[in-house]
């Protein structure tokens, strides 16, 4: 939250500098540390998926030719597809998910 909240720039005109400037919206699109906070935001959405099919919470889908592959999510850029057994608890279950995430 740091780097997103409390940014400072300047511009340089005509060779000199102007009093810095604190940005105001945070990470804009473009910017080089998007896809590393990016990242980070998934990687604990990952951690809490793994942990609720651990738990039983939530009953991926099991691919039929592959005993061992199971799936509870994919993820493509900034979309996620949750995958798993329909059923109220575990719509129940990821609704509680989000929420914490």
């Not at 473009?30 to 935001?41: M, V």
């Not at 942990?51 to 939530?58: D, I, K, N, S």
């Amino acid at each position: 939250m740091e780097c997103a909240t409390k940014a400072m720039t300047s511009i340089f005109i005509n060779g000199s500098s102007i009093d810095d400037f604190k940005m105001e919206r945070g990470l804009r699109q473009g910017d080089p540390l998007s896809p590393f906070l990016f990242l980070l935001a998934t990687k604990g959405l990952h951690v809490m998926m793994k942990a609720t099919v651990e738990a039983g919470l939530f009953t991926s889908y099991k691919v039929v030719d592959f005993a061992d592959v199971s799936l509870s999510r994919l993820q493509f850029a900034d979309d996620t597809l949750f995958i798993g057994e329909k059923s109220w608890a575990h719509v129940r279950t990821l609704k509680a998910g989000l929420i914490l995430f």
